[in-house]
Every structure is written in C-alpha cells, then in structure tokens.
C-alpha cells in the first residue's frame, strides 16, 4: 500500500476512535489498538512493515521530551530516592520476573528477556488515566518514575535483543560496562545538547521569529537521542535529561506567541504519535494472531494474563517492601516527612499503566537474527505486549478509581495556593512597577488610573477565590464569572461580523485572518478564566 494512503487510513483510524472515545466513555488508546486490529482485516494493510528502529528514533524522543520538559523538577528532587528506586530497581526486578514467567510458560530466554523488557517500564502518556484520580504528588512521582524507567528498560532490552541475534555476550564486566556507559553517556549527552539548546534559542529569540525558535525546539530532542546513540549511551536517559533541564531554562528563552505554538504543537504531536503507537501495534497483533497456531495463540492469550497479574503483583510488592526497608534504615525527621499512606502507596501500585513506550520496543523488534532466520517468537512478543497494554487500561484503569474511593486520599491543595500565591506575585509586582513604567513611557494619567483600577480588581478576585468559602466573597465571584461568561458569548458576535465583512467582499482574506487571530487569542485567555474560577 502506498505510503499516502496509509496515512490518510491511520489519521481516520485515530480520528474515528477519538469521536467514539468520547461518546462510549472509553480510553482512546483501547480503540485505538481496536481500530488497528480491525485494520488488519484489510488485505493490503496486512502486508505493511515499518522498520523497527523509525520507531525507536521517531516515536520515543518526541514522546519522552515533552513528558520531560512538563514534569516538575522540583517534585522530583523531593521523592528523589523512591523515584531513583522504581525507575531502575524495579525495573530490573519486574524484567527478570516477566522473563522467569514467560520462560515458564514456553518462550526462550532470549525472546522471554525482551518480552521481560517491554513491559517493564510504566508509560509517563498512559499516567493521563490516572491524573484525575490522584493528587498531584503521586501524579507526579508516576510521572517521574516513568521517565527514569524507561533508560533502565532500554539498557535491558537492547542487551536481551542483543544476545538474541548474536551481536552481543553476557558478562559481569561487560553488562557493568555498558549499564555505565548508558547511564553516564545518557547523563553527559543529555546536558550538552541542553546547553547548545539553550545557546541557539538565545540567539534565534534576537530574530524575533517564532518557526524558527520552535524548529531549534523540535531539533533538542531528536540531537540528543542521536549523540547519546552516536556513544552507545542511552537516548532515552539524554532526552529525559535534556528535557528536565529546558524545563528549567525554557520559560526565561522563548516569547510568548512562540511559547502558545509550541504548546499548540506538542500537544497535537503527542496525540498523533500515541495514537499512531496504538493503531499500529493493533495492526502488528492481528497480524500476530494469524501467524500463531492455534496451541500457540491460546498459549499467548494465558500468558497475556500471567504476566498482566504479575506486573502488578510484583510492583505492589516491591512498593511495600523498599518503604519498611528505607524506613528501617533511616529515621530521620525529614525522611518521616515524606512518609506517603498505605493506601496512597497501594493506588500508586494499581496506577503502574504499560503504553506507548512498551508498544515501541515491541515493535521494534528486528525480524531477523544475524544469520538470517527468523526472530523467534517475535510475534509472539507482539502480541503479549499489546494484551498486557489493553489489560492495564481497561482492568486497572477500572479498578484504580474504585480503588482511589477506598484510600480516601487527601485532597491536594498544594498546588492551588501556588497558583494564588504566583497570581498574586504577578499582580502586585505590576502594580508596583506602574508608576515608574508609565512615567518612563509617557502614559496619560487617565490610562494609568484605568489600568490600575484592572490589576487591583485581578488582585481582589485572587483573594476571593482562594476565600471562596466566606460569603462576603461570593459576590464578587459571582459578577467576574458573569462578566467572563459576557465577554466570551459576545466574542461570537464580533467573530460573525467580521466574517460577514469578508463574505460581502468588504474585507480581504488576509484581513479576516488577523482579526480572527486576535479574537481567537482572546477567546483562549476568557477560557483559561472561567475554568480558573
């Protein structure tokens, strides 16, 4: 099939599964993998083959970066070593457990460490799924976890396909040696690239154009996985770091119509390459069910079960014991602080969800081994992968929220107050500067008294809704919601006038353009409002 009309087909595919998505209130990544598998019925679809390494050098750092530069950094450094722990040890643990299992159940050990590999790390884009549910703290530690893991899974994975297809040998000193290299070249890789990133970004923002500040931004992560791949190092582990590091940078380089591109960019980045992940392992396991038997294929479908009850057996396992061993072993008071329940700690165990990242090493799986012959049990892998993602989605994500009802966790109010505290920085810091800035720029004093009379009903609206709960605040809360609510419907009004303009050829094209653009950016700050209140 051309290459033209698998796309249109994929982007209908993913189009098609959002509509349903929202309307039967299912995960879109479930019929997503549905849409792929239905696909798969279609004779020309069935013969089509992506090379295994565009999945790993296209899908992983574009995915992987923006997780990175969204994350924050600061909650990271907080449950530094609980995160450090789940992103590497049980990692390891969860891979070997997962391979024990499937070699039990009938796979080599070769094809039983990559399938061990695959669906070890947690997937930062399927944490989405459980965002609504938790505080942002476990939010964010899934999220954190998930970007170290993958390096870890990477590590494990490369070394379990190499020794497959006979490229590589295992020993102490030589999986020591390549677990430094790939930590401590990913780290190095990672911080360079982030410097030169943040040296071009400097320069390109004295041109003032916003394509090119976002090409440098699309370039960052694709050139750090590179250096990284260049030194045999882990591009995972260089994105990630790269990502943290512009995550901290980032907001003193860009400007703003810049910065509302990028995100307008990412954000539809993201989707598409999620979704194409999913539509595309629902091709490859259709295409996996034919090439088993049917011993095979019922074999495969038992082992979808074994490994889905493991991952969460031995996560919720490895949960419990690391936080009475870390408890045992340092009592200091800070340490006490950052003591998480038992039942937030057994919603983060039900919360580890498998996505995009399993699904890219699976189908990155080379078809052949050096001599020629069949990667063994390939599809077999495929397919485990893709039942052990559905299974997490749809039984996991059924169970988390009733599950989240029992552990009655705390409600997070952490980040509201800063969001207060950061508005209110924000408005007092303009009210203070504006005498000194309009004298300097030679404002009348009637647009100066106008404009202070704005920031200081901003500023009260702040405080009345973080005092929602007094009553002397409810009317005033009550007239901006109207307010907004005003402005947004009368936004309508404008935008059909002016295209009225445009239709009775009274205005040019380009002319509708800029007027729309201008109500389309106002329309977008009203929004923001009216969900802030």
Known sequence: MAALEFIVILGCALLVSGVLAHRLRVAAPVLQLAAGVALGFVPALRETELPPDVLLLVFLPVLL????????????????RGIVLTGTLLVAVTAWAVAALAHVLGLPW?????LGAAVAPTDATAVSVASRLLPQRNVTLLRAESLINDGTALVVYSLAVGVTVGS???????????????????????????????QLRRRVRQLGDTLLDNLTIILIPFSAYLVAEQIEASGVLAVVVCGLIMSQAGPSLGRAAARRQTEAFWSLAMYLLNGALFVLVGLEAQAAVRALSGTALTEAAVMVVAVACALVIVRFLFLFTTVYTIRALDRRPQQRGRRMSHQARAVSALAGFRG???????????????SGTPFPDRDTIVFVTAGVVVATLVVQGLVL????????????????QELALARTAASRAALEALPATAADLGIDPETVERLKTEYETHLSAVHAAGAASDPESEPLLRR????????????????????????GHRIDDAVL?????????????????????
């Open 65 to 80: 970066y923006w997780e990175s530069v969204t994350t924050s950094l600061r909650a990271i450094r907080r449950d530094l």
């Open 110 to 114: 070769g094809p039983a460490w990559v």
């Open 168 to 198: 590589e040998h295992l020993s102490v000193a030589h999986v020591s040696g390549l677990v430094a290299l790939s930590y401590g070249g990913g780290l190095a890789a990672g911080a360079v690239v982030a410097w030169l990133g943040i």
């Open 356 to 370: 995009a990242v399993s699904l890219a090493l699976a189908l990155s799986v080379p078809y052949t081994l050096d």
């Open 401 to 416: 929220p009733a599950v989240a009802r029992w552990a009655r966790l705390p409600q997070d109010t952490d980040s509201e």
């Open 480 to 503: 901006r919601r109207q307010e907004t609510s005003l402005r947004l419907a009368l936004l309508e009004h404008k935008r059909s006038a002016v295209i009225a303009l445009r239709d």
């Open 513 to 533: 353009l800029r007027v729309q653009e201008q109500l389309d950016a106002e329309e977008v700050r009203l929004a923001q409002v009216s969900r802030d209140q």
